[in-house]
């Protein structure tokens, strides 16, 4: 695994998998009363070991609709296909595009190097998957160079950053790409029904009617697919096709249980972190809402959106 932070732009200090993290949260750190940084990387570190029990099994829908959608604006089975995953996480979907065109070099980069470990344990031998720990808020450095990539991928990660298309993010995802290059993004669409967090909520009242949950999402961030695709517009972006995709987060009910009580994911830990009174008994209301509501947890609604562009014209 290679390191690259750009310190130019960014407090991160230089470390590698076997030194110990010592850093500063990135420079769009949550300023909001309550709301966890979403990008400090022990965050998402301690999340690693189940992130695809449930939340990978989501993304992972997602990404391979969003890989299809990518092949037909550019192949990805054309010789020089170069890929790069921003946010890559546990590899939702750098192993998907790495099974369905083996060929393609990937490197798949992340704040989190336990994030990134994890996705290298699950990696198939043989595969063209590299990885490197960088800030997607300034991506371009090291194996990241600037106009090196046919395809940038990102899938439910752009979303802890505020504003990506006024605050000059994806112009920088942009200098990745090779003229003609596309970009491909998927995020939660919360502006459709998202389960996980109705059920919090729901359970949560039914113990506490005067219960406040916290923000889904930091400030200023992208909720659903029509901000992306006019994100993607504004920054300059061509040929932009986006759409809303069911992915659902059907884990079953003890599946939901383990995701919201043992996963370690930073929004269930935002979620019990925010409420103040007996949890037993949100707990007990939230199995009770998943047998009489949502099918066992068969049936949790949720959504994502997806858009792909090509490069703005230099
Ligand atoms: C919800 S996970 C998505 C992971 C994966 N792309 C997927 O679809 O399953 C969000 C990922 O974004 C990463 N992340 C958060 N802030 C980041 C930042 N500023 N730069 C790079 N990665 C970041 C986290 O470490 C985590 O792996």
Not at 23 to 47: C, I, L, R
Not at 136 to 155: I, K, L
Not at 173 to 180: A, G, I, T, Y
Not at 210 to 226: A, D, E, I, K, N
Request: aromatic share 8%; hydrophobic share 40%.
């Amino acid at each position: 695994m290679s390191v690259f932070f750009n310190l130019t732009s960014n407090p991160l200090t230089l470390f590698s998998t076997t030194s110990r993290l010592e850093t500063k949260p990135p420079q769009f750190a949550m300023t909001t009363k309550g709301v966890s940084n979403p990008s400090e990387p022990t965050q998402w570190d301690s999340a690693a070991a189940q992130y695809n029990d449930a939340v990978g099994r989501s993304s992972r829908i997602g990404a391979t609709r969003l890989i299809a959608m990518a092949d037909s604006l550019s192949p990805l089975s054309a010789a020089d296909a170069h890929a790069i995953d921003l946010g890559a996480g546990t590899g939702s979907l750098t192993h998907q595009l790495a099974s369905s065109f083996p060929a393609v070099p990937i490197l798949a980069t992340d704040i989190s190097p336990g994030m990134l470990e994890q996705l290298m344990a699950l990696n198939v031998r043989g595969s063209k998957i590299t990885t490197q720990v960088a800030d997607m808020a300034a991506p371009v450095g090291g194996e990241a160079a600037e106009g090196a990539f046919s395809h940038v991928f990102s899938t439910m990660a752009i979303q802890v950053l505020p504003e990506p298309a006024s605050e000059g993010t994806l112009a920088q995802w942009s200098r990745l790409l090779k003229p003609d290059g596309v970009i491909a993004i998927a995020i939660w669409d919360f502006d459709e029904d998202c389960g996980p967090h109705a059920i919090w909520n729901d359970a949560c009242r039914a113990v506490d009617p005067s219960y406040v949950p916290p923000p889904q999402l930091p400030p200023r961030s992208w909720t659903g697919c029509s901000q992306l695709e006019e994100g993607l517009k504004v920054a300059g972006f061509r040929d932009v096709q986006a759409e809303v995709t069911h992915l659902g987060f059907d884990v079953g009910k003890e599946g939901f249980l383990r995701f919201f009580w043992e996963s370690g994911n930073p929004m269930t830990l935002e979620c019990r972190g925010s409420f103040h009174g007996d949890l037993g008994k949100v707990r007990t209301e939230m199995e009770r809402l998943l047998d009489e509501v949502y099918g066992g947890g068969s049936k949790i609604p949720l959504s994502a959106g997806l858009a792909v562009g090509r490069r703005p014209d230099t």
